[in-house]
T-cell receptor, first 115, second 115 residues
Framework: KAGVTQTPRYLIKTRGQQVTLSCSPI?????VSWYQQTPGQGLQFLFEYFSETQRNKGNFPGRFSGRQFSNSRSEMNVSTLELGDSALYLC??????????????FGPGTRLTVL | QQQVKQSPQSLIVQKGGISIINCAYENTAFDYFPWYQQFPGKGPALLIAIRPDVSEKKEGRFTISFNKSAKQFSLHIMDSQPGDSATYFCAASSGRDNQGGKLIFGQGTELSVKP
């Protein structure tokens, strides 16, 4: 099976702009979770989507949003970019049974730089 | 209560030695504890995972020890090799209330194995 893919791999934006990142999960996986990775804060959970619905949300401002499509592909959007949004954005997919936990498989990430 | 504390922050081990990384948690609802390995420029990759119904799990040179009463778990890498040099993250999640897609990560340990 192909792994989790993320596009684009690298992105440079300026403050105030918005950005959309894309994630294609492993075939058959219905859950997609997004994480932000920075040297200072480490890996932080943004949100999880399952069957096109946001199932969990982390402690990030409303500028961070996401969605999931019927084929389980997911996008996350960051509006009004700030310098502090510079990070590696990772998505992970899992089969995620209802009420249980399952292995999350990570993509290579999108490196976002905000100037 | 959602935190996972990981130590040490960095670790230097000689080739052939044992690398030990420790994690502690507070949320007793956590029921899944994976360890991830991350190389520079890559996404985290699952190394090994454990659930609280067992106290130890071994896969090749990697062993997780789990102490439910102390709310601690650790990763042991036996016969450490230079190729093991990477950043290691412990994580935890709870299957309760459909929170399984939300991994809480430790701060990471940068392991360097000297030849």
């Amino acid at each position: 099976k192909a792994g989790v893919t993320q596009t684009p791999r690298y992105l440079i934006k300026t403050r105030g702009q918005q950005v959309t990142l894309s994630c294609s999960p492993i075939s058959g996986h219905r859950s997609v979770s997004w994480y932000q990775q920075t040297p200072g804060q480490g890996l932080q959970f943004l949100f999880e989507y399952f069957s096109e619905t946001q199932r969990n949300k982390g402690n990030f401002p409303g500028r961070f949003s996401g969605r999931q499509f019927s084929n389980s592909r997911s996008e996350m959007n960051v509006s009004t970019l700030e310098l502090g949004d510079s990070a590696l954005y990772l998505c992970a997919s899992s089969s995620a049974p209802t009420g249980g936990t399952d292995t999350q498989y990570f993509g290579p990430g999108t490196r976002l730089t905000v100037l | 209560q959602q935190q996972v504390k990981q130590s040490p922050q960095s670790l230097i081990v000689q080739k052939g030695g044992i690398s030990i990384i420790n994690c502690a948690y507070e949320n007793t609802a956590f029921d899944y504890f994976p360890w991830y390995q991350q190389f520079p420029g890559k996404g985290p990759a699952l190394l090994i995972a454990i659930r609280p119904d067992v106290s130890e799990k071994k896969e090749g040179r990697f062993t997780i020890s789990f102490n439910k009463s102390a709310k601690q778990f650790s990763l042991h890498i036996m016969d450490s090799q230079p190729g093991d040099s990477a950043t290691y993250f412990c994580a935890a999640s709870s299957g309760r209330d459909n929170q399984g897609g939300k991994l809480i990560f430790g701060q990471g340990t940068e392991l360097s194995v000297k030849p």
